[in-house]
DNA sequence: AAACTTCTCAACCGCTTGCAT
DNA sequence: TATGCAAGCGGTTGAGAAGTT
């Protein structure tokens, strides 16, 4: 096994290329195909090594490269992927359509892997760490957070901090309202009230948790039709509730829309053949649902969110591996899957309800890409 | 407006892998 | 089997852009 003897040779370019460079090298190509790498830069007049052209066509001039900004389906691709491959950038752009594995690389180390890191998981394991979770973000605003270090938190911040005092045990609840309330960028939806979040935080908790463990045990048909009903139940109220906390946003594009619009309607097909709602009173393996509604009705106290807390854990404990209740785990619900799981069930699961959550708010609440950067 | 800092990403480096001989 | 070469891969670098003071 020798090792390539490039680009030792002296007289070769090295650098940026120049754009007479990329023609002659395009034009080559267009006429020859790639062939041999070795003699393609003497036979096509460029003065470079074979492996510096073949980089720049591979990363650059290749005519199906995909350039411009992420989609949230790419990112969200990535993250899971990489929680699977790890490193494996190749592999990971073998899955991405007109997306190089130096592209990807790049894109992870400089956007994707400092947001988990803020969001205190870890970009390596993907397991979420308390010691990496950026509790700032509940207190710094986004204009003041560059400055943070000479930030003063004002009157409204410390309620706000208040608000969350109860969620003091509950790092993945904590991890969901970081992620919530940090959002810099004139893009992002914002929440109105922080306050106001707390609530709803649980209902979508206990949406998610609920939808899991209707999947967890599909081959247990009837008390996944159980879950179903709580799912919907949960959905429902929070359907209602949380349009009020964002503020809107002119600025979701349509093929986002579009995009959204697809995962609610498939959503739907599937809730469709279970679509019907709950009886008053209906109780689930001893989860009293309207009583949990309620409870999650009121401001949270300590109390109710311990009960509330056993109840979900409870639930994981008959599946680990679904890392159920969990607002912000990966891989497979990485902090936007898990957003994204969440927000799209209230989109489909319940039908009545989720007519009440319009796109534009649905997409709204999904595109948190931008303003968890 | 200038100086400084931070961020982005194209390109490079060096190692591994796969194939031909 | 051993060797040489080409290609692929992942980590790192550094120039320029963008943002901040």
């Not at 970009?123 to 003041?144: C, G, M, N, Q, Y």
């Not at 979508?204 to 008390?223: L, T």
């Amino acid at each position: 096994m020798g090792r390539a003897p490039c680009c030792e040779k002296s007289g070769l370019k090295k650098g940026p290329w120049t754009p007479e460079e990329d023609e002659k090298l395009v034009a080559y190509i267009k006429k020859n195909g790639q062939g041999n790498w070795r003699t393609l830069p003497k036979n096509a007049g460029l003065a470079r090594c074979g492996k510096s052209c073949r980089l720049r066509w591979t990363n650059y001039l290749r005519p199906d490269i995909k350039r411009g900004r992420f989609s949230f389906e790419e990112e969200e691709t990535i993250i899971q992927l990489h929680s699977i491959l790890g490193n494996k950038w190749s592999a990971i752009a073998a899955r991405l359509p007109g997306r190089t594995d130096n592209e990807i690389k790049n894109y992870w180390n400089t956007h994707i892997r400092k947001r988990l890191l803020r969001m205190g998981i870890d970009p390596v394991t993907h397991a979420p760490r308390l010691d990496l979770l950026d509790l700032s973000a509940l207190l710094i605003k986004p204009s003041a957070a560059a400055s943070a270090a000479c930030y003063y938190p004002t009157q409204a911040d410390l309620d706000t901090l208040r608000a969350f005092e109860p969620l003091a045990g509950y790092p993945d609840l904590l991890r969901l309202a970081s992620t919530l309330l940090s959002s810099p960028g004139s893009a992002a939806p914002a929440i109105a009230d922080p306050q106001q979040l707390l609530p709803w935080m649980l209902q979508a908790q206990m949406a998610q948790a609920a939808a899991a463990m209707a999947q967890q045990a599909p081959q247990q048909q009837q008390a996944g039709h159980h879950h179903q009903l709580m799912q919907q139940a949960a959905a429902g109220a929070a359907c209602q509730q949380m349009p009020d906390l964002l503020v809107h946003d002119a600025n979701t594009t349509v093929a986002q829309q579009q995009q959204l619009a697809a995962a609610a309607q498939q959503q739907d097909m599937a809730a469709a053949c279970h679509g019907m709602h709950p009886p008053a009173g209906y109780v689930d393996d001893g989860l009293d649902v309207p009583a949990l509604m309620q409870m999650v009705h009121q401001q949270p106290d300590a109390s109710n969110l311990q009960q509330w807390s056993s109840t979900v854990t409870s639930s994981n404990n008959n599946n680990n591996s679904n890392n159920v209740g969990s607002g912000v785990s990966t891989p497979s619900s990485s902090p936007v899957a898990g957003l994204n799981r969440t927000a799209t069930a209230y989109g489909g699961g319940a039908s009545d309800a989720a007519a009440q959550f319009s796109l534009q708010q649905l997409s709204e609440l999904l595109d948190v890409s931008d303003y968890m950067m």
